[in-house]
């Protein structure tokens, strides 16, 4: 009898917890949304993790944002003026922007969140992008005039990014930044679970208008089969997806709808030409006629992506089959190997970060195979990411796989390696008084046609001196039920269009 | 009593050690939590905005110094403050480990309630065609990683019944049983799968032995039943075995199942420390590592003073 009751008791559980299992609650007007990797701060001006700027746009403004073709448009200023001299850019705010507590955002925060930036204490990354900002000017309340050291073009498409957020003049003097999330953006965080939720609702304030949705809703599922899981339970409406191999799984799904556009980051691999025998132009540019871009392309990501040269911004990038060796050359990379005095090749170590990209391996992998066949003996070296960072910042590796961020203007993403005072010289280990200059003149050069044919030779130029050989650029995924509407994806991977994302009933 | 005073007495000592190991391998791995934060664009740092970080973060100091601030803390309560969370330490892990404690002793539980009446089946149906059949599905869940059996529930959950539990935000026991459970129930059986192999295979082998022991032939040829002699004569010795397995296993889920609570998206203390590692957040990583070394301890306490109720000849800490 007691068997009997224990055995009906436990049945009882199990079909109770199934029924709970099958209970899946939805808020009208919730978006709920989920990704692998969270955010790692709130501090629009400290961080650079993707999930941290994806996370902080929706709550933050800088003063200009891009839009999916890569155009400035405005976002806090409405309008803004470069001098004709170029050494002066002046901004108009827009009167109805509003932080989240009902406050308008004025210049004064304008100048004292730049001051923040440009501050050392702050610890601010993209400062590196201001030190041309030799003084701010406030003549109104809607007025902010940058004045500049020289002329420098790329500041505003640096502006646009969230790392140039404004934040509260207030809210900098309490020093309550990164701890409190107090924008002028669509949406307001209301609660941070760090690595588990973030509940966001939206801002009735925001100049830009009526949102679509009420609030958002981000699970942090760290298995991305798992976020599929759940998006065909439709326990979840939104995903963003890093690894191709799920995402090609989503058009499966009658359900479902898969967004992808190309990205601004590219896959390299980047040679150390301070090593042996990397310093050889020869050894280098063998390397580059060995590789098989689209066969590293096919097999680790599954085709999912474009070969591409140095330059990713689709205005601007040249059609890589008019560059140095893209179309693979064994006996010319043989010819190059035996001039350089290398005829029977080398061995060397090539580092990779585990999951960063999710290819990362499989990448080294094929590269690994296709240089063998000229002799060079690649060891491949996979590291947890923050080792391998330690190893890149140091420049202390043969070659690297890496999946590097792009942006939308060719100085702001290259000046680190390419250029002379660098930050990421020691990096690149690579000084090249060519690209140098050429970057020198991108900066200054206003005019979009002479600007374009200055980065198209810069393009050729690092191409043929091929210190890295740039591989492949992927897609940026987001995953969503198909009753979704409203989001646009953009190179830049913002999910800033979340901000009027309906749900269709 | 005495046992028990001195074994309690070697705590402090054991934590001691485990403080500096914890301290100094985690500094050991290259990278820190400026890195973990900016990531490659760390390189864009001048030296003064790399000092100015590295005290927000507290790693200015030598290491020395930095491990004294740390004890000096802890003997006064304070575990420090984790930089992820932006809160105490003690409390971001007392606020994951109901969920961590919770899923240990389900799993338990339902290795326990398959593993032993499997293993006692097997053993006195030794080498029959049942035994064959329970000692390969104990081999099979010994050697099925628990991400891949995770990961074929959820699909088949999702894919073929179109269910699963809610996941993301985890609803605590006492707020929601119901939706406690459904979120717990399978994250359990995948991680009970594999604990029940070994409890399975552990009680065969152990009711074996105890089954040719010479009591348990006295008291057959005494003329106890067959039931009486499994359940009151050979079980209580057999026991012994399957308390240790299960105190060390159960030792090891106190400390989080990463692998589980990562795919099912539960927000328990593995996961935490998985995620602290990874964002360098020292704090957080020194502070779980002792708090799931306290609780070993006493689990392994726990299961020698279980010895002693399982079978009176044994008198702890007697030379």
Redesign the interface.
Known sequence: MARHLTRTLLSA??V??????????TQAATLHM?WSQDA??LDPH????FSSLRLLELIYEPLVRVDASLQIIPAIATSWEFSKDGKELTFKLDPKAKFQDGTAVTSADVKASFERILD?????????NFLSIAGIDTPDAATVVFHLSQPDVPILTAMSDVNAAIVPASEIKAGSIG?KALGSGPFKLDKW?????EMLSANKDWAGGATGVDGI?I?????E??I???M??K?IDFALLNDPLVATLVPKEASLQLNRVPVLAYHVLQLNPSRKPMTELKVRQAISCAIDRQEVLDTASLGEGKVTGPLTIPALATDPSQLFCYKRDVEKAKKLMAEAGFADGFSATVIGATGEPPTAAAEAQVIQSQLAEIGVKLDIKMM????Y?????KGDFDMAI?L?GGRADPYTMYN?YWTKAG??Q??ANYIDDTLDSQMQQGRAETEPAKRKAIFAAFEKHLAEMSPWIWLYTSYSYTAQQKNIAGFVPTPTGTLFSLSKVTIQK | MNYLMRRLATFPLVLLGVSILVFVAIRMVPGDSITAMLGTEAGLLTPAQRDSLAAYFGINQPWFVQYWRWIGGILHGNFGISVTYGRPVLDVILERFPLTLELALLSMVIALAVGMPAGIHAATHSDKPSDLGVRVVAMIGQSTPSFVLGLLIIYTLSAGFGVLPAMGEFAPLWQDPLRNLSQLILPAITLGFAFAASVTRISRSAMLDVLSDDYVRTARSKGASARSVIWRHALPNALIPVVTLSGIEFGYLLGGAVIVEQIYALPGLGRMVLDAILQRDYALVQGAVLFIAFNFMIVNLLVDLAYVALDPRIRLGEQ
């Open positions: 559980i199990t109770a917890a199934m029924l709970g299992v099958a209970v899946v609650s989920a790692t701060g400290k961080q650079t993790a050392e204490k702050t610890g601010a990354a993209a400062r590196a701890t679970d760090p690595n588990a939720k809703e699970s942090v599922l760290p298995d089969a798992a599929l899981a759940a065909r339970t326990q947890e990411l923050n080792v960072v330690d190893a890149w910042l890496a590097n680190r930050n990421l020691k990096v």
